[in-house]
């Protein structure tokens, strides 16, 4: 199809494809009464760190795309890559088969993550990636003959996908509540969410009472848990919920002490979010599994990852009749299109040294944000890499929240979008979470755009 060129031919493209939208689509996580009042941008190209609309608008993508892109869009590398994988073949299966792109990407990832994790299994989603995590943990203790070992802890506020074994240990009441007939049952600990402390207690003075919290869980149910699965660093989707520091290290310890896997799921902190390639290293903590997928593919197509130890790997093996296989798999797992744009993103990030260069970014984007903090309905501003979240409160001596009909943050992004900014909230929390590749200028073009959403939207509601 060719571009249309004139105003008349954009806008009427517009109108069309917006027809076909609210007639045919249903949006993920979107309330589509809502939706379908209104008039949709529509994205039909990006460059950069830019979104570009079927009307010839551009955005900074302000959230990676919902937090997977890591290099800005159409990377010549990276289509090349994508291009030359086409050349040679698009798909085919990993049950039976091994497969040239899924070899090099899995060689390429164990080069990023802790030594000691050295298995790959695909998948293609976040949420696939933390069931597979779920079931090789549950599995590897039936086959070690410690069959009580089946329970999982999870941390309230989590947040690691849609289906129901990932919203089993998710704990957002406002998206798992309807489930809970549907879900295993699972030991939620307390959220380490210091500005509203659910033990009502503070730093330094509580000493993390919080991680004692997780441990008299395990002590609770002695030999009982299999692991304990964690957003390590920041859980992301609840709100940019920052652990305090030496948390995640203290998980570690818990877990080990208990005879506990650890499941970090770094589907969101991953390839360099958080200013390291893997949150878990800021604590250096090496996690029994760690799941990811988002920006393994520097957010061009869909793939996931669960990485395993070989000692858990090796409670898999045995003669075929031992029927100790792991029974699970995906159509499309180790996809070599995305397999191939995988490798080129790593090795990207390898070879540019981008992680390296992360904290001339992060501290630029820390001094950008500094003045909101006096704002006064800035609750709090929680930072860990290129991760931000912006909590606003309608009142901040008492942290009283902005009531949820309200859709402040909501407000702010749409504020945001007018300046050519596009971000995308989590309740009252304005989300920054900008691809690695955003310059300085872009990084203070995003803060002050959602800046002055803030202003305005706090000045009216
Ligand atoms: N885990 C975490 C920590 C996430 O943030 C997400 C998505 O935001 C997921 C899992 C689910 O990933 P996906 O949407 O690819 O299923």
Known sequence: MTAPTSDAERLARTARLAAADHRHLWHPFTQMQDWLQEDPVIIDRGEGVELIDTLGRRYLDGVSSLWCNVHGHRVPELDEALRAQLDRIAHSTLLGLASTASIECAEELVRHVPPALTRVFYSDAGATAVEIAIKLAYQHFQLRGDAARSQFVSITGGYHGDTIG????????LFHRIFKPLLFDVHHAPQPYCYRCPLGKALPGCAMACA??????????????AALVIEPIMQGADGMIAQPPGYLRRMREIC?????????????????????????????????????????????????????????????????????????????????????????????????????????KVEALRAALAPLAAHPHVGEIRQRGLMVGIELVRDRTDRTEYEYERRVGHQVCLEARRQGVMLRPLGNVVVLMPPLAMTVAQLEQLVAAARSGIEAVTARV
């Open 212 to 225: 004692g919290e997780v441990e008299a869980i395990f002590t609770a149910h002695p030999g009982a848990i």
């Open 256 to 360: 080990d002490r208990h005879g506990a896997l650890l499941i970090c799921d770094e589907v969101a902190t991953g390839w360099g979010r958080t200013g390291t390639t893997f949150a878990v290293e800021q604590e250096n903590v090496v996690p029994d599994i760690m799941t990811m997928a988002k920006g393994l593919t520097g957010g061009y197509l869909p793939l996931a990852a669960t990485l395993t130890t070989e000692t858990i790997f090796e409670s898999f093996l045995g003669p075929f009749e031992a029927r100790r296989t792991f029974f699970h798999g995906h159509t499309y797992a180790g996809n070599p299109l995305a397999c191939a744009v995988a490798t080129a993103s790593m090795r990207l990030l390898r070879e540019r040294g981008i992680i390296a260069g992360l904290p001339d």
């Open 166 to 173: 990932s919203v089993s240990v998710g704990g957002i009441d």
